[in-house]
């Protein structure tokens, strides 16, 4: 993982968590790579975009996307190498759509990247907190409390 780091010059996302490196920006579109890895420790915290957000995988062990729809529905997206075996190699998080990353147990890393269009702010991306969450996906309770945004901290970047 330490390779991958500084090859990519990889740092934490603040709010969310995810290593990463922002790889191309304009007026359009943005693209990141990033990384989910067991040490140093990195996942997604729950959030939500204002505009579509394409993630793609790129090397290393299965991770698995939290994605709270907006009609109240809910689903696991596994992202990994293996086509095969019913693991996504892109998927698309519609804007509006609450979600978060971790790697499957017994992963240790998972390389992958995420490009948005139009372009990544700050403005267009808000943090969750569990309470509210929770109230509206009780069943995701125990995944939504290891993953919310901590209370104490913002929700803003």
């Known amino acids: 993982m330490r390779a991958l780091i500084e090859r990519f010059d990889l740092r934490p996302l603040p709010v969310e968590g995810t290593l990463f490196a922002e790889t191309y920006r304009s007026s359009a579109s943005t693209a990141i790579v990033a ?44 992202m990994g190498p293996d086509p095969a075996a019913g693991h996504a190699v892109q998927f698309t998080v519609p804007a509006g759509t609450w979600q978060a990353g971790e790697l499957l147990p017994g992963g240790r890393y998972a390389l992958f990247g995420c490009t948005m269009a139009p372009a990544f702010t700050p403005e267009c991306f808000m943090g969750g907190y569990a309470e509210p969450l929770i109230a509206r996906w009780p069943s995701r309770e125990a995944d939504i409390r290891r993953l919310a945004v901590p209370k104490e901290a913002s929700a803003r970047l």
């Open 35 to 78: 990384l989910y890895a067991v040490d140093p420790p990195s996942r997604s915290r729950f959030h939500v975009l204002t505009h579509d957000e394409v993630w793609h995988f790129y090397a290393g062990d299965p991770f698995r996307l939290i994605v709270l729809e907006p009609d109240g529905s809910d689903r696991d997206v596994i």
